[in-house]
């Protein structure tokens, strides 16, 4: 992804709050949270799985 692009879904993200730097910055932290919740599940599924015991990476 280029500068421009992030540029360009900052300002889509600052748009669908309104303007509101905080409501953008709040709603950022929220999704962030909800993806590391996802991502700690597949670690454990994978765990359970025996994929992660080979060099800690297998999911990378």
């Given at each position: 992804?280029?500068?421009?692009?992030?540029?360009?879904?900052?300002?889509?993200?600052?748009?669908?709050?309104?303007?509101?730097?905080?409501?953008?910055v709040?709603?950022?932290?929220?999704?962030?949270?909800?993806?590391?919740?996802?991502?700690?599940?597949?670690?454990?599924?994978?765990?359970?799985?025996?994929?992660?015991?080979?060099?800690?990476?297998?999911?990378?």
């Open positions: 992804m280029s500068f421009r692009s992030n540029d360009a879904a900052i300002d889509e993200i600052v748009a669908s709050c309104n303007g509101d730097l905080r409501g953008a709040r709603a950022l932290l929220l999704i962030n949270e909800h993806l590391e919740s996802e991502l700690a599940k597949a670690y454990a599924a994978a765990a359970d799985r025996g994929l992660v015991e080979r060099g800690g990476n297998a999911l990378h």
